[in-house]
């Protein structure tokens, strides 16, 4: 059989911030309803004690004053770039994978000029001009969709090295008057991709992709506060929760299953599948229907990594990050070993949604 090309990860790297924000860190916020309302009837600890209930998030992580999403992704990089046993100075791509932008602490407003994958290069001090750079803005699922621009350039052969990042601070964009705030956390995380020749097929072997752009970009959007007594004009996330999540749990298995297709094996042959950290319940209720697809009554035990108590939802970052974890040990019970198929997927803003199939 004649050698192919395939994109293969050869390292994994992240930045998980340091600091821990757990949910009675939101006891003295003053919620209000999405229509202007403030809330009532119900104490903080009840809303805290109903979303620890649905989300299954106990704790996330912000970034330090000083830092910003190009910072991060840059640690992330060199992370990556140490377990892969590289030098930085040999990538010939860098794709940031983000939504909003580097975000000062006070200041509500997107700078992405340059583009964050720019900044990156800069921090990093990679001078090498032929190393390119940019940014994609796919909501959540923003950093496999990366991946899949980055297995195009690889089977392009125009390159052989790269990085894909997934990098955002949401501290900053999230409206402290909407219960939403709880959910969203800050992180950073990175694959180092590279070519390999190969008469068996290996790394990415297949994706599948959909966007609903006109019955459901609606879902998650920038808007107003919450609190119409809110000063400033900010505009911060907002996002319809309950449609969302019906959304997801309705469409995203038939994007995995056909992914799986494919890649011309059965759900029975996936080890591990890579889901973005939302929902803990939505997650769940996802891996179901992905079974239920195949017609699977049984979901085996550990397949669906979850970091999403401890690290909140970081959006783009969080299936990078997640395997980073899995990848050095760091997930107690989940491990991936050579010859493994792993599906990674995420769904986010747009709406869009990504699949794809991995060998290892």
Not at 69 to 89: E, L, M, R, V, Y
Not at 190 to 215: C, F, K, M, N, Y
Request: one cysteine or more; a negative charge; hydrophobic letters at 40%.
């Amino acid at each position: 059989m004649a050698k192919e090309r395939y994109t293969r990860i050869i390292g994994t790297g992240s930045c998980i911030p340091a600091q821990i924000i757990k949910n009675n860190y939101f006891l003295n916020y003053e919620f209000y309803t999405p229509s202007g309302e403030k809330i009532v009837d119900k104490s903080n600890e009840e809303i805290i004690d109903k979303f620890r209930e649905i989300t299954n998030i106990e704790e996330r992580r912000y970034v330090a004053e000083d830092q910003m999403t190009s910072d991060i992704a840059a640690i992330a990089i060199k992370d990556a770039c140490q377990s892969a046993g590289i030098s930085k100075d040999s990538l010939e791509f860098i794709i940031v994978a983000h939504n909003f932008g580097d975000i000062a602490e006070g200041n509500v407003r997107s700078d992405i000029l340059p583009g964050l994958a720019n900044k990156v290069k800069l921090k990093l001090h990679i001078k090498n001009p032929a190393c390119i750079c940019h940014d994609v803005i796919s909501g959540c699922p923003g950093w496999t969709q990366a991946m899949i621009v980055a297995d195009a350039y690889i089977k392009s052969g125009f390159w052989k090295r790269g990085v894909v990042v997934g990098a955002d601070v949401l501290s900053r964009i999230s409206d402290p008057h909407d219960r939403d705030t709880m959910i969203y956390a800050d992180g950073a995380g990175a694959t180092i991709v590279e070519a390999v020749e190969s008469d068996e097929p290996t790394g990415v072997l297949s994706h599948s992709s959909r966007s609903d752009s006109v019955q459901y970009a609606g879902l998650l959007t920038l808007g107003p506060s919450s609190n119409p007594d809110f000063e400033g004009n900010e505009r911060f996330i907002k996002m319809i929760g309950h449609k969302l999540y019906i959304y997801a749990i309705t469409t995203v298995p038939g994007v995995v299953k056909d992914s799986i297709e494919k890649a011309g094996i059965g759900l029975n042959d996936v080890k591990k599948i890579f889901i973005h950290q939302a929902n803990e319940k939505m997650d769940e209720a996802i891996l179901s229907g992905v079974f239920k697809a195949f017609n699977e009554k049984e979901i085996p035990d550990g397949i669906m990594p979850m970091s999403i108590r401890k690290l909140g939802n970081s959006s783009t970052a969080t299936v990078p990050t997640l395997l980073d974890l899995v990848m050095k040990g760091k997930m107690e019970g989940h491990e991936v070993n050579d010859g493994d198929y792993t599906v990674f997927c995420s769904v986010g803003a747009g709406m869009n949604i990504n699949s794809i199939v991995y060998k290892w």
